[in-house]
């Protein structure tokens, strides 16, 4: 929903293009147009691409089990897909270290890290 940083942007024509390599050929990389590129992922005050909220919201809307991974859930407006999944009939499972504003609505809290829980719940 917030971009990629492996599909800089170009800040003159706009073009999205996927780049894999490492390191890149020119600091900072430069598009075909001569323009620089910034990294294709959105910023702090930056709004959502479109098409991205727009899928974000259908899945919310279509999921069985919406999981809420290492977020407090307060930055608006990702924040709100959860409730958004709830009210289209989803189980909410929350996992994180604290307690968030989602937790009374959830179905389940599984209290710890992320990177400590998630490998858990994977293992066969
Ligand atoms: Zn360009």
Known sequence: MHGG?????????????QNLETPLPSLPP???????QR?????FGEPLPPHAWLAAEQAARRCG????IGTSAVVMP??????LARQ??????EINSAETRLSSIADGSLRGP??????????P
């Open 5 to 17: 940083i492996w599909t800089p942007r170009c800040t003159a024509c706009g073009k999205e293009e």
């Open 30 to 36: 430069k598009c075909a147009c001569g323009a620089i």
């Open 39 to 43: 990294p294709g992922v959105v910023w």
């Open 65 to 68: 089990l919406f999981l809420v």
């Open 78 to 83: 990702a924040g709100g897909l959860a409730c």
């Open 88 to 93: 289209s009939g989803a189980r909410i499972i």
């Open 114 to 123: 992320a990177g400590a829980i998630l490998p858990e719940l994977l293992r």
